[in-house]
């Protein structure tokens, strides 16, 4: 039997044995709900002696089932059982083992162990390219799998050449109306979204939810997911309305087909909120977020990434409407989260320890806004470019906290540094860049270099003048210090 055939076969099974903890649609449609312990193992073990022979074909058919609940642990130890039967049967050079390599590496793709599954997908298709045999479901899957990585790694060309590699596959094996080839179209419509290339992004989904609404209809959660995409897609061009159309759309599905506490439910809450924030609809998008994060802490628990990328997006919105306090608080809580989930340094440790300095500066803790700005900026010097935005704005920050605590010869190099790189990146007349001229004509009247600062009130005035205008409040503030230089200086 094929392992497609072991899937379906088995899937039936599984899915009978959790109807009594799941919730049906009028349509039939089952999903399963989280098992809180190892015992699914014992239950998918028993399922698989009760349909297949051998072992080794059960490992694997339980390692699918665990993947197909998000038991991905669980998966992960059946897998590697098969893999190593694979090994002991039939040798480390045959098909066999090269299939389980695909299954274990897909299963540590869920995991994030990406390293690791790249190696072990390379290692499969080594096998596959030498037996001329690459035409195959487990050199599809791996190639989807390993867009996927890529994607995630934020190359987003070797992501779709991948991905691109997987629908040809696809296409040759299945009928072209068959889901899994939806599935691939969906997965290159959200490179190329990524990629911002919008008109191939909505022609590739466009394909995936035609194909999901005929193989399932227009009420499935399948056909939802596309929906939610789309909405996406409109989103990232800023045409919101249409955006929040898909969205709501793709929400009233999966309210009417899934468990009330069903992740694809908070998940589509989020979308929606964040559309409602993109349009200063603030009040809207907490109520959303609120929502999206009861549900999530119900389905996952409370320590999950899911829950913190909502406690971020919270504090933003309460950061945006001045409830500072409120703010630090989600801040925090998602601080936490991201800390023991991606460790110290990775890049959103650094943002959110950026955006509690932000909170923390206006409610007038300025040692403890300095201490999480000074944190940020020795993660993005590990993560981002040296001339990327966020240094500088970070850069920026800490000078200026040190301008308001009078450390003017401390302000000076962060506040250099900043107009550096802003002047790289935004350009002599950006409006950012005329705020970087404007502190450092500041810290230099401080530190008594007239000069300089009225160097920089020149340049600030300029770029005020092409940003906001001659008769804008800034422009005409920044136009007065400059004459007070000048006077200062002639004095002198």
């Known amino acids: 039997m094929s392992t497609k055939g072991i899937l379906q076969t088995l899937m039936l099974a599984i899915l009978a044995c959790l109807a009594a903890t799941a919730e049906a649609s009028s349509d039939g449609y089952i999903v399963p709900t989280r098992e809180d312990n190892d015992s699914v193992a014992a239950s998918l073990e028993r399922l698989a002696n009760a349909y297949i022979d051998d072992v080794n074909s059960q490992y694997k058919a339980g390692a699918y089932l665990a993947d197909s609940i998000g038991k991905y642990k669980i998966a992960l130890r059946y897998a590697e059982h098969g893999l190593a039967l694979a090994r002991e049967q039939f040798g480390e050079y045959s098909q066999p083992f090269a299939s389980g390599l695909v299954l274990v590496a897909r299963v540590n793709t869920r995991l994030g162990n990406f390293d690791k599954a790249l190696e072990l997908f390379n290692k499969a298709l080594d096998y596959y390219q030498k037996e001329a045999d690459l035409e195959n479901f487990d050199v599809s899957t791996a190639y989807m799998n390993m867009g996927f990585i890529y994607s995630a790694l934020g190359d987003n060309d070797k992501a779709l050449d991948y991905s691109n590699k997987a629908l040809t596959i696809e296409e040759k094996l299945v009928d072209l109306a068959d889901p899994d080839i939806a599935s691939c179209e969906l997965y290159i419509g959200k490179i190329y979204r990524a990629k911002g290339d919008y008109i191939m992004a909505q022609k590739h989904l466009q394909r995936a939810l035609d194909i999901r609404n005929e193989s399932f209809g227009p009420e499935h959660p399948l056909t939802a997911e596309i929906f939610s995409d789309i909405g996406q897609t409109y989103a990232c061009q800023k045409d919101f ?163 308001q605590k009078h450390q003017y010869n401390k302000a000076e190099p962060y506040l250099l540094r900043a107009k550096d790189i802003l002047e790289k990146t935004e350009g002599t007349t950006h409006a950012i860049t005329a705020e970087s001229y404007h502190q450092l004509s500041a810290c230099y009247y401080q530190l008594k270099n007239y000069s300089a600062a009225l160097d920089y009130a020149n340049k600030a005035l300029k770029a005020a003048t092409a940003s906001f205008g001659p008769n804008h409040k800034f422009t005409k503030q920044v136009k007065s210090n400059v004459e007070s230089l000048k006077a200062h200086l002639k004095r002198k």
């Open 241 to 403: 309305d249409k955006a929040l159309e898909y969205q709501m759309k793709a929400l009233s599905i999966f309210e009417k087909t899934l468990k009330p506490d069903h992740d694809n439910i908070a998940a589509s809450l989020v979308l929606i909120a964040n559309i409602y924030n993109a349009q200063g609809q603030k009040e809207a998008a907490l109520e959303y977020y609120y929502r999206a994060h009861d549900i999530f802490e119900k389905s996952l628990g409370t320590e999950q990434l899911s829950v913190a990328v909502v406690d971020f997006n919270i504090g933003n919105v309460l950061g945006d409407i001045g409830q500072y306090d409120k703010a630090l608080g989600y801040y925090i809580k998602a601080l936490d989260i991201y800390v023991k989930s991606l460790g110290n340094e990775h890049h959103q440790v650094g943002v959110t320890n950026f955006n509690i300095g932000f909170v923390l500066f206006n409610i007038g803790q300025q040692d403890k806004a300095l201490e999480h700005y000074l944190k940020a900026l020795d993660i993005y010097k590990k993560t981002l470019s040296a001339d990327d935005i966020e240094v500088a704005r970070t850069q920026g920050s800490i000078g200026y906290i040190y301008y």
